[in-house]
C-alpha cells in the first residue's frame, strides 16, 4: 500500500513509500484511510523542524488529521466494518503521568506522549492503517464528507470546555467573542461560539476568498482591521494565528473578567516592548485570564464530533477548499492563497 | 470623634479631624472602631495618586482594613452589641452591573462599585462608624485580636477560590506552590496554601526581620534568590509583589498546567524586552495559565474569617508587628524594615 513518509528532522524528505500492508490482529481497528488533512505541524515536520520516528526506525508514516472506514473490526467489541472512524493522536505513554492515567494526555505533564504522524508513532497518511479501539472515535455516517475536520474540531472543543470552566469561576454569562485567524481552526472556534449563541467577531487580514464569506454564513461578524478596538468589550477572545503582534494586542484588552486563549504555536522568536507594569495592573484591577490549550483528549474528541453533527453540513464541506489524490500530495502540501483546508484524498 | 482623613489627589493632605459622632439609625450597626490595618493603597491615598471623597465632599475618611465591635445593633437582625465585626470593603453601584447585583461585586464590569477609605464612601480611620448589616461579617470573638487581616485575607480567599476552580477545568491535584512576597499578603497567599496541604515556597529578598521565621513556622520553605530554579515546578504560583521582573519571570516559568495568580498592582510603567513567540509556545503547549485576582465579595471575606479561625493564633498576631495610637497615625504610616502589618489602634 501508499504511505506518504518523512525523515524527521530532515527537511525535503517526504516522499510516497509502498509499504506492506497492515494486517488484523484481532485487537485493533484494521482502517481504509479515507482523508488526510494537512496543517501547520505537518508543515514543520515536513521542514525538518518537528516531528520523531518511532523508536529505531528513520521514516514516520505523516498525518494526524484523519478519517478512515472500519474493514475489519474484533468480535464483541463496538465498532463494525463500515464505521466511520477518527484515530485519537496522542497516546499515553506506556509509563504514564498522573494525568495521562487519568485519560488527560491533553494535559501530560512529563512529556512522554507519543502522537501519531507527529511524535514515535505513524501517522494516517497511508492507504489502510490499524487503529486501537479505545482511540478511535466513531462518528455519525453523514459526516462522511467533512468528518475529517474532527480532529482540528477536537482542539476547539477542549479549548471551549477550558473557557467555561475557567469562566465558571464566578458569574459567568458570556455575550460575546472575538477569534483571531480565519483558518480551519479559527473557523472551528467560530462555529463553537455561535453553536453557545454568543455574538461573534472574526479577525483576519484577507478581503477576499471565502473566508469573509464563510464568517458571515455563519452568522458572525467578519473584521479586517482593528483589534484594540474591536476586543474591549470581548467576554472571550480565541486566538489562532499565534502572531506575536496580535498575542500581545489580546492579552492587554479584553473586557473586565475576559478570558483569553492561546492556541497559535509561532515558530522562533519574537521580541517584543512590553509594558508589564500596565498589563500586570489590568490584569489584576480587571480580573483577566490568559490561558494556552493544546490537543484534546477523547472527551474531547466526543465533544467535537456532536458540534460537527450539529452543524450545517454545506457550511463544513466549504472548510475543505481542496482534496488532492494521495498520488499527488505535494500539491495538497502548497500554500495557496483561497485555502482553508487542504486535504489529501487516499482512496485516489 | 477623631478620624483620619484625606483629600484624594492631594499629597500629604492627611490630618485627624473631629468628626461628628454617627448615629444609630434603626438599620445599620454602630461600630466602635478597634483596629485599622494600613497597606499600599492607603499610602497611594495618602500620596495623592489613588481615592475618591464621597459625592460632593473633599475629604474622605480613610481606611478599608477594619476590626470594630458592634455598639447598637437593629432589633431583630443577625448583629448583637458586642459582636466583633469586619466590613466589606467594595459595595454595588446602586445601578449595579449584572456581576454586582448577583454579589459578586468583587467582578464588577463597568467599575461604578465603592469601596470604603478609596473610593466614594467613607473608611474605617474613626472612632466610630455605621455599617450596614448586609456588608459587615461577624468574626470568632477569640480572633478579636488578628481580625484585622480579615481584609486582607478575603483578598487570597479569593485568589484561592479562583485558583481551584481553574485547576478544576481538569485533573487537579496539585503539590507545589511558590508565592512571591512575604509581606501581608505573600504570608496569608502561603497560610492558605498550606492550609491546602501544599508544599509552599516563599520568596522575598530579605534574609532577615521576622519574615523567614514566620515562613519556616508555617512549615514552608523560605527562598531569597533564584526564582528561575525554584518556579519550574510549582503547579501555582501566587505573584504578591507586581514588580515587573518577577512578574515576568513567573508567567514563563510554572510547572506544565501550573496556575499563575497575579495579585500585586504595580504602579506606573516598566517596560520590559519580551519574547512573545516564546512566551506563546509555552502557554500553548504546557496549557498554562496566568490570571488576575482583586478585591472580595461577601462568601471570600466568610471563607476567610474560617482561615483565620484555623490558623495558628500566636502566627498570626506575629504578623501584626506594630499597634500605633490613632493620635500617632503618622508612625504608623512610616516604612520600617522589619514591619509585616502596621495597624492603627483606635482605642488608645
Same mark, same amino acid.
Given at each position: ?195 453557545? $449563541?454568543?455574538?461573534?467577531? @472574526? %479577525? +483576519?487580514?484577507? !478581503?477576499?476568498?471565502?473566508?469573509? &464569506?464563510? *464568517?458571515?454564513?455563519? /452568522? ?21 494565528? $499565534?502572531?506575536?503582534?496580535? @498575542? %500581545? +494586542?489580546?492579552? !492587554?484588552?479584553?473586557?473586565?473578567? &475576559?478570558? *483569553?486563549?492561546?492556541? /497559535? ?84
Amino acid at each position: 500500500m501508499r504511505a506518504l513518509t518523512v525523515i524527521p528532522g530532515v527537511a525535503g524528505s517526504a516522499r510516497l513509500d509502498d509499504l506492506p500492508e497492515p494486517e488484523a490482529d484481532g485487537e485493533r481497528l484494521l482502517v481504509q484511510g479515507l482523508a488526510l488533512g494537512v496543517c501547520g505541524t505537518d508543515h514543520e515536520i515536513l521542514d525538518g523542524e518537528y516531528g520523531w520516528a518511532p523508536p529505531g526506525r528513520e521514516r514516520l508514516i505523516l498525518g494526524h488529521e484523519s478519517l478512515g472506514r472500519v474493514i475489519e473490526a474484533p468480535d464483541g467489541g463496538d465498532f463494525r466494518a463500515g464505521d466511520i472512524v477518527v484515530g485519537v493522536v496522542r497516546h499515553p505513554d506506556p509509563v504514564p503521568c498522573p494525568n495521562c492515567a487519568a485519560g488527560e494526555w491533553d494535559m501530560c505533564r512529563n512529556g512522554k506522549y507519543t502522537e501519531h504522524g507527529i511524535k514515535e508513532l505513524d501517522g494516517f497518511a497511508a492507504e489502510r492503517y490499524l487503529l486501537e479501539p479505545a482511540l478511535a472515535v466513531r462518528l455519525d455516517p453523514g459526516l462522511e464528507r467533512v468528518g475529517v475536520l474532527l480532529e482540528p474540531a477536537s482542539v476547539l472543543a477542549k479549548a471551549w470546555e477550558h473557557i467555561e470552566a475557567i469562566g465558571r469561576r464566578a458569574r459567568w454569562e458570556p455575550r460575546r467573542a472575538l477569534i483571531t485567524g480565519a483558518g480551519p481552526v479559527g473557523l472551528l472556534a467560530a462555529l463553537m461560539a455561535r453553536q453557545r $449563541g454568543l455574538e461573534v467577531h @472574526v %479577525l +483576519d487580514r484577507n !478581503t477576499d476568498g471565502p473566508k469573509p &464569506g464563510l *464568517v458571515r454564513d455563519l /452568522g458572525a461578524d467578519y473584521v479586517t482591521e482593528g483589534v484594540e478596538g474591536t476586543c474591549l468589550d470581548m467576554d472571550v477572545i480565541v486566538e489562532c494565528t $499565534g502572531a506575536g503582534k496580535l @498575542v %500581545l +494586542d489580546v492579552m !492587554t484588552c479584553s473586557a473586565p473578567g &475576559g478570558i *483569553v486563549c492561546l492556541t /497559535g504555536i509561532p515558530p522562533g522568536s519574537t521580541e517584543k516592548k512590553f509594558d508589564v507594569a500596565e498589563f500586570t495592573r489590568d490584569m489584576v484591577l480587571q480580573n483577566d485570564v490568559v490561558f494556552g490549550s493544546v490537543n484534546a483528549n477523547r472527551r474531547h474528541y466526543e465533544m467535537a464530533a456532536e458540534s460537527l453533527a450539529r452543524a450545517d453540513r454545506s457550511w463544513l464541506e466549504r472548510l475543505i477548499t481542496r482534496r488532492t489524490p494521495l498520488g499527488r500530495w505535494g500539491e495538497a502540501l502548497e500554500h495557496r492563497a483561497d485555502d482553508v483546508k487542504s486535504v489529501i484524498d487516499l482512496t485516489a
